[in-house]
C-alpha cells in the first residue's frame, strides 16, 4: 500500500481539481440550482429528465419525498401518493429551504454531475486515509494530513448542501471555494512529503519574492470571489442569460482586481527573471508565468468581450492551479530543504 500511495494521492490532487472544474462549468451554465434539494435531485437519486416529471398532473403515483411544482411552487410528498383529480394539499408540504421553482432539464443533469465528480473523490479519499494510516508509526503527520484533508472534503460536502438550501449565497459560494484551496494545500503538502527532494540553488530575493507573490494570489483570489459575488447578484436581478450584467455599474473590488493584475505580473516576471539568471532550476516558474498570461486574457475577454463560452471556466481553474503551483513552489524553495 506505501508503495501506491504516491499514485492515490496524485489521483486525489486531480480529483479535487476536477471538482473545480466541474464547478466552474456549473456556474458559467448558471446550472448551480438545477436541483432544489440536496443530496438527491428533486427526490430523485437519478435526476428527472423532463418536466413532465416533476410537475403535478391527475392519476399519477409520487413516491415519498419527491418534489413537484405546481403553481410555480415547490412541494415535497410527504408519502407514497397516488393523485386524484384534484390537488391534495395534506399529501404535500411545501419546500420551505427556498422558493427557486425552476426546471431545466440542461441545468439539472450538470449540477447533478458535478455531484458524481464529488462522490468519486470521496472515495478517492476513502482510500487515501487507509493508505496513510501505514505511516503511523514512522511519519505521524503523513496520516494526519490526509484525514485533515478528509474532514475538510466531508465539510465541503455540508458546504455544497448549504449552497444549494440558501439558493446559492455569495458568500457560502466564496468559502466553498476557499475551502477547496485550502484541500489543494494539504494534498499538495502530503505529496511533498513522499516525494524524493531535489536540491536547488537557494536564492533569498527568490525566495522573499515567492512569498510575495503568494501573498498576492491568495488576495486577488479572495477579491476575485467579491467580484463574483457582485455578478452573481446581478444575475439574481437581471437574469443569467443578460450577459451585460457583469458590465452593469461595477464597484470598486472589481477595478482593485483588474488593476492588481499588473502588481502579480511584475512580481511573477521577478521569479521568472531570477531563475533564469541565477540558474536556479524552478520548472514550475515557467508554468506559474504561463497561468498568470492565461488568468489576464481570459479575464480581458470576460470583461470586454461579454464573457465568452469557457473564459470563466478557464479563468477559475487557471486560478485554482496556480495557487497549487505556487505553493508547492513555495515548499520547494525553502532554504531547510535546500542545498
Not at 504516491?6 to 489521483?11: F, G, L
Not at 481539481?17 to 466541474?22: E, G, K, P, S, T
Not at 420551505?96 to 458524481?116: C, G, M, P, S, V
Not at 470521496?122 to 487507509?130: A, E, M, P, S
Request: charged share 15%.
Amino acid at each position: 500500500m506505501k508503495q501506491k500511495f504516491p499514485k492515490i494521492v496524485n489521483i486525489a490532487i486531480i480529483s479535487v481539481y476536477l471538482i473545480f472544474l466541474a464547478g466552474s462549468i456549473v456556474r458559467m451554465t448558471g446550472s448551480g440550482m438545477g436541483c432544489p434539494d440536496w443530496p438527491k435531485c428533486f427526490g430523485y437519486y437519478i435526476p428527472p429528465t423532463s418536466e413532465e416529471q416533476i410537475t403535478w398532473k391527475p392519476n399519477t403515483t409520487f413516491k415519498k419525498g419527491y418534489i413537484i411544482v405546481k403553481d410555480e411552487v415547490l412541494f415535497v410528498a410527504d408519502k407514497d401518493v397516488t393523485t386524484s383529480s384534484e390537488f391534495n394539499a395534506k399529501n404535500w408540504s411545501k419546500y420551505t429551504k427556498h422558493d427557486y421553482a425552476t426546471f431545466n432539464k440542461f441545468h439539472t443533469w450538470t449540477e447533478y454531475i458535478n455531484r458524481l465528480v464529488s462522490v468519486l473523490a470521496g472515495f478517492v479519499f476513502l482510500f487515501l486515509i487507509y493508505a496513510s494510516t501505514k505511516y503511523w508509526k514512522e511519519k505521524k503527520s503523513i496520516t494526519l494530513l490526509a484525514f485533515g484533508a478528509f474532514f475538510l472534503m466531508l465539510f465541503e460536502a455540508w458546504l455544497g448542501k448549504t449552497v444549494v438550501d440558501s439558493n446559492l449565497t455569495p458568500t457560502t459560494i466564496t468559502i466553498h471555494m476557499v475551502v477547496g484551496l485550502i484541500i489543494i494545500a494539504l494534498l499538495l503538502r502530503l505529496k511533498y512529503s513522499i516525494s524524493p527532494q531535489k536540491s536547488y540553488n537557494y536564492n533569498a530575493l527568490f525566495n522573499k519574492l515567492l512569498i510575495v507573490s503568494v501573498i498576492f494570489s491568495l488576495i486577488q483570489i479572495a477579491m476575485g470571489t467579491q467580484v463574483r459575488q457582485f455578478i452573481d447578484e446581478q444575475v439574481k436581478i437581471f437574469g443569467f442569460e443578460n450577459k451585460n450584467y457583469s458590465l452593469m455599474d461595477p464597484n470598486w473590488k472589481f477595478y482593485f482586481h483588474r488593476s492588481f493584475t499588473i502588481a502579480i505580473i511584475l512580481v511573477n516576471l521577478g521569479l521568472f527573471y531570477l531563475n533564469q539568471v541565477k540558474n536556479l532550476g524552478y520548472k514550475l516558474v515557467n508554468w506559474i508565468v504561463f497561468l498568470i498570461f492565461l488568468e489576464t486574457i481570459t479575464g480581458i475577454l470576460m470583461y470586454y468581450a461579454d464573457i465568452p463560452l469557457g473564459t470563466q471556466a478557464i479563468h477559475l481553474m487557471s486560478g485554482a492551479i496556480l495557487f497549487g503551483l505556487q505553493f508547492y513552489l513555495w515548499m520547494q524553495s525553502r532554504k531547510t530543504v535546500s542545498s
